[in-house]
Nanobody, 125 residues
Framework: VQLQASGGGLVQAGGSLRLSCAAS????????MGWFRQAPGKEREFVAA????????SYVDSVKGRFTISRDYAKNTVFLQMRSLRAEDTAVYYC???????????????????WGQGTQVTVSS
């Protein structure tokens, strides 16, 4: 199983970024996928998740209405579209996956079996 996150960078407050996570080595449609982030000195926190068939999503309150998680089965890729970025969104963003039954979405780190390497997002104020 391999998860390769990309798309991070430096952006001004109010700007947008789209993160991508390319998955390989497993049946993509059997996994629910999530994004987490970790700021310096803080615990890794849940950001968003999407069910294996893409019909259910979940977001942490602080990103609702600004971030959108989606997945492309043809490309085995999960995306995180981030808009109206704030300085407090600065963190290393990780994608993660877990085998799931249809409809499951979890915000607990411990549920996720597989993790990518992380991509840095820096928002300047």
């Amino acid at each position: 199983v391999q998860l390769q996150a990309s798309g991070g960078g430096l952006v001004q407050a109010g700007g947008s970024l789209r993160l991508s996570c390319a998955a390989s080595g497993f049946t993509f449609g059997s996994y629910a996928m999530g994004w987490f982030r970790q700021a310096p000195g803080k615990e890794r926190e849940f950001v968003a998740a999407i069910s294996r068939r893409g019909k259910r999503t979940s977001y942490v309150d602080s990103v609702k209405g600004r971030f959108t998680i989606s997945r492309d089965y043809a490309k085995n890729t999960v995306f995180l579209q981030m808009r109206s970025l704030r300085a407090e969104d600065t963190a290393v963003y990780y994608c993660a996956g877990h085998s799931a039954i249809d409809g499951e979405v979890y915000d607990q780190k411990a549920r996720y079996q597989n993790w990518g390497q992380g991509t840095q997002v820096t928002v300047s104020s």
